[in-house]
C-alpha cells in the first residue's frame, strides 16, 4: 500500500491521505477548489473544480495513474444552483473519460468552499 500526499494542512491535523493506492487501484480523497501550494481559493465554482482536477491529476500522476484510469467520481456541490456554471468544468475533465458519476447537494466544512470532487481510478 502506498500513501500519496500534496503537503495540505488539511491533511495533517485531519489524518488522513490524499491518495492510499492498493494493487490496481488508487483512492483519492475529496478535493476542495484550493490551490495546495498557495492556499488560496477562487470564488466561481468552474474555477474551483478546475483546481479540484488539476490537484487530483497531480496525485494521479505521483501514484502512477492517469484521469483517464478513472471509473468513478462523486460531486459534493453546495447548491444545486450552480450546477449549470459547474458543467463546462465537468465536461472539459471527463467528456471523454466517462466515469461512472454521483452529485450530492450538501454543506462542506468552510464556507469558500464550493465543490469537493472524490474519484477511483483503476489499471486493470
Do not use: H
Not at 488522513?16 to 501550494?37: H, L, M, Q
Not at 495513474?65 to 447548491?79: A, G, L, P
Amino acid at each position: 500500500m502506498k500513501r500519496i500526499s500534496t503537503g495540505s494542512a488539511f491533511e495533517t491535523t485531519m489524518g488522513y491521505s490524499r491518495a492510499i493506492v492498493k494493487g490496481g487501484w488508487c483512492f483519492v480523497s475529496g478535493v476542495t477548489g484550493y490551490d495546495y501550494r498557495t492556499m488560496e481559493i477562487p470564488d466561481a465554482i468552474d474555477d474551483q473544480a478546475r483546481n479540484c482536477f488539476a490537484t487530483i491529476k497531480g496525485v494521479l500522476d505521483q501514484a502512477g495513474f492517469s484521469m483517464e484510469d478513472i471509473v468513478r467520481v462523486q460531486y459534493t456541490v453546495v447548491d444545486a444552483a450552480l450546477v449549470d456554471s459547474l458543467i463546462p468544468a465537468l465536461g472539459q475533465a471527463f467528456a471523454d473519460i466517462r466515469p461512472a458519476a454521483t452529485m450530492v447537494i450538501a454543506g462542506l466544512i468552510r464556507p469558500e468552499m464550493k465543490i469537493e470532487i472524490e474519484v477511483t481510478a483503476f489499471k486493470g
